[in-house]
């Protein structure tokens, strides 16, 4: 398996479950703190191409109830890529790429496509 690129915050939860999950199953990845080292004018139109909007936008999030309902609107239709790109905590995570395949989550579904 190539090498996994796992995007995400150090102090999230999920994120610890999936690198200790990984790293126990000897799967070389790479931990890319999504709001300081990811480029995300690149990586967030890729991620909506690959899993769309629904998924990959975190509306269970702290971030999101802090939004006004017109700034919610335009997250989930005209202006996603500009609001992820501004607010990072908006992005479900783990954001995990292996080759040409976008994971969200760390669900298990992800689990059993990665270990």
């Not at 700034?71 to 995990?96: G, Y």
């Amino acid at each position: 398996m190539a090498k996994l690129n796992l995007y995400g915050l150090k102090n999230c939860d999920t994120c610890k479950k999936a690198m200790k999950a990984l790293e126990q199953n000897n799967i070389d990845f790479e931990f890319i703190d999504i709001r300081a080292e990811a480029n995300l004018k690149n990586k967030v139109p890729e991620w909506l191409k690959s899993v769309g909007t629904e998924k990959l936008l975190n509306k269970r999030s702290t971030t999101w109830r802090a939004l006004s309902e017109a700034e919610q609107n335009a997250a989930l239709h005209d202006q996603t890529e500009t609001t992820l790109e501004t607010n990072p905590t908006l992005i479900k995570r783990p954001v995990i790429e292996a080759g040409k395949t976008t994971h969200i989550g760390w669900t298990k579904d992800v689990q059993q496509n990665l270990l």
